[in-house]
Nanobody, 128 residues
Framework: QVQLVESGGGLVQAGDSLRLSCVAS???????MAWFRQAPGKEREFVAG????????KYADSVKGRFTISKDIDKNTVTLQMNSLKPEDTAVYYC??????????????????????WGQGTQVTVSS
């Protein structure tokens, strides 16, 4: 069992930066950790993911070059650094963990339905 707690959301202006953190309790070794987001009236979408025990990461095209996902194994924390924020980045951001290994150490699933554990979400609002 893994519990996830997000922090770091807030209200910023376009072009600003925010850092989201997700602290995982339990032992997420070999898991994929990811950030998803959901805007009002829209489906939950993949933002970025990283393998807990490997160096692989993946990003949605909409955030490539602006967002960076990283991990601190000692602190059981996954961080999403968001730069050059845009109004369309406004959403509730969720941390999630996928315990399925898929027979490889590098694969990161982008489907929300594949993830087993979720945090409570943190609101990010970007004003124009």
């Amino acid at each position: 069992q893994v519990q996830l707690v997000e922090s770091g959301g807030g209200l910023v202006q376009a072009g600003d930066s925010l850092r989201l953190s997700c602290v995982a309790s339990g032992s997420p070794s070999n898991y994929a950790m990811a950030w998803f987001r959901q805007a009002p009236g829209k489906e939950r979408e993949f933002v970025a993911g990283i393998k807990w025990s490997a160096g692989s990461s993946k990003y949605a095209d909409s955030v490539k070059g602006r967002f960076t996902i990283s991990k601190d194994i000692d602190k059981n924390t996954v961080t999403l650094q968001m730069n050059s924020l845009k109004p369309e980045d406004t959403a509730v951001y969720y941390c999630a963990a996928d315990r399925t290994t898929y027979g490889t150490s590098t694969y990161i699933n982008t489907r929300a339905s594949a993830y087993d554990y979720w945090g409570q979400g943190t609101q990010v609002t970007v004003s124009s």
